[in-house]
């Protein structure tokens, strides 16, 4: 199993001289199997890129198609925003399918559908796109699903209703990795949850929008500090802690210090960063 990062940046892209090194474009993960399973978490601005490399891997005009699967944690703006800049969504025979939390009345493809009205976009519809697109609605505590060797778990967060946030995790044999962004772990209840859930993950990717500033989260909430993200790692004896879902106001240099200068952990911390490749 392989992660790559295509964009690992919370709340709008911040493209320019001082981010080049971790990037600038909003929240996407691709994550494929050793048998090929192609999984997506989110459709922030960095899934566009990741359409483009996918041209090139039997997903283009003069490819065979492909399938994949997207995970989408919740639909803030900033984690579907390239969603209708997603090249291979354009052409027949590429096939994707789109699993997400029904909140109340508000359904996963009617909030994607909102966002094609042609007020905003020039493609009016979802129904003009070539590629198969089929909408998955997932229990909002917790569910389970199976793409070829891949076990994928879902479970309920809070974040900020009425989008409260689905973490996911995703197994192939003895190796796993969670995703846990926007999720605020206030509560302690709410993070021994959290922690059972990634239990023994060999990458945890997790929310660090607050950087070094406890204080946020307890004024704010919403968001984890690193502190929070690197407690939750230890307690679920994760292998390695991934920071993601970076503020707009963090430069290259910024973080370079933070990561430098924070204390020793028990847990390997290895910041994300747009265009890393990890093998799990």
Wanted: aromatic letters at 8%; glycine letters at 12%; one cysteine or more.
């Amino acid at each position: 199993m392989k992660i790559r990062f295509w964009g690992v940046r919370g709340f709008i892209p911040v493209p320019g001289p001082t981010t080049t090194f971790y990037g600038g474009n909003t929240p996407c993960i691709e994550i494929m199997g050793d048998q090929g399973e192609l999984v997506i978490v989110d459709s922030g601005t960095g899934i566009r890129k990741l359409g483009l490399d996918l041209m090139g891997r039997g997903f283009g005009p003069k490819g065979p198609g492909g399938k994949g699967i997207i995970l989408i944690t919740h639909t803030h703006w900033d984690h579907i925003q390239g969603f209708p800049f997603f090249p291979p969504l354009f052409l027949p025979g590429n096939d994707f399918a789109l699993h997400g939390a029904k909140r109340g009345q508000h359904r996963l493809e009617s909030i994607l559908e909102g966002q094609m009205n042609p007020n905003f976009n020039p493609v009016h519809s979802l129904t003009n796109l070539g590629a198969t697109i089929r909408f998955v609605e997932m229990d909002e505590e917790s569910e389970h699903l199976t793409w070829g060797n891949l076990r994928i778990s879902s479970m309920a967060m809070t974040h900020a209703r009425p989008a409260e946030v689905l973490a996911f995790r995703i197994d192939e044999g003895s190796r796993s990795v969670t995703i846990m962004t926007d999720v605020c772990l206030k509560d302690p209840r709410e993070r021994r949850k959290a922690a059972q859930f990634a239990r023994e993950s060999s990458i945890l990717i997790h929310d660090c929008s607050y950087l070094d500033s406890p204080s946020l989260e307890k004024t704010r909430g919403l968001h984890s500090s690193l502190g929070t993200a690197v407690a939750v790692a230890e307690e679920a004896g994760a292998k390695v802690m991934m920071p993601f879902h970076y503020p707009v106001e963090a430069t290259d240099t910024l973080l370079d210090d933070l990561f430098a200068g924070y204390p020793g952990s028990r847990v390997e911390i290895r910041p994300s960063r747009e265009g890393l490749c990890v093998d799990v």
